[in-house]
């Protein structure tokens, strides 16, 4: 759990009990340390969370205390919609339901006059020849970029030829209509980057890697220049 959501957790658990919470109840209910729970409590009481209590004995939250709400404009609002459209068109089937999902939690806190837009954005991403090709692929290597384990792909070149590789997977980039996945291929000893739409096969493997020096994403972007390296910190 980010810490963000855990802050966020423990003030909703805070609030919904009348009388006060220990530490250890907190922490059993997220999975986290006592000590965890103390920082946290700490943190947002110095962030002016109006928390009472002291450890060992219980923390409550003063009556009346709620959670700011969410607040969009109407640019930010279509900016998700918009965004969540394109996960929807070209993202895999996880990632199209997260998306939904977003759109449902952001009408739910939006302000009433606002709320319209969620629905009546007019910015569509018409469905293209092909953009569902990559769905497949593209699940498997998302999960293999998180657990940082390396791909065994079917691939097909431009000309049709096959091949079979192993990578190390590195990132992915959406480029309008097509995926393509950034990985150090064993096969040739060196980057490659492969359409997810020629991908007839992708499995992850239970090799796991750590970063290489000369076998990192930095290091590939840095073949293209500084813009393609400022990539990693937008």
């Known amino acids: 759990m980010r810490r963000a959501d855990r802050l966020f957790q423990i003030v909703q658990l805070l609030r919904r009990r009348r009388t ?79 998306s939904d999902a977003i759109l449902n939690k952001v009408a739910a806190v939006i302000p009433k006059d606002l709320a319209p837009l969620v629905a009546e954005t007019r910015l569509f991403v018409p469905t293209t020849i092909g953009g569902g090709r990559s769905a497949d692929a593209l699940i498997v290597a998302r999960e293999a970029l998180i657990a940082r384990r390396k791909l065994q792909l079917s691939y097909a070149s431009a000309s049709g030829a096959g091949s079979e590789r192993t990578v190390r997977p590195l990132g992915l980039f959406f480029w309008g209509r097509t995926w393509t996945l950034a990985a150090w291929c064993e096969l040739r000893c060196d980057f490659r980057n492969f359409r997810l739409d020629r991908v007839s096969q992708s499995t992850m493997l239970d090799q796991s890697f750590d970063d290489e020096p000369g076998k990192t994403l930095k290091d590939l972007l840095t073949r293209y220049g500084p813009d393609a390296v400022r990539l990693l910190d937008s």
Do not use: K
């Not at 920082?39 to 969370?49: E, K, S, Y």
């Open 20 to 98: 006060a919470t220990t530490a250890t109840l907190i922490a059993d209910r997220l999975g986290v340390s006592e000590r965890t729970v103390y920082r946290d409590i700490r943190d947002l009481v110095l962030a002016g969370t109006p928390i009472d209590g002291e450890a060992g004995v219980g923390y409550r939250i003063r009556p009346g205390y709620d959670l700011p709400p969410l607040m969009f404009d109407r640019d930010e609002i279509q900016a998700l919609v918009l965004g969540a459209r394109i996960v929807r068109q070209f993202g895999d089937p996880a990632l199209a339901r997260a």
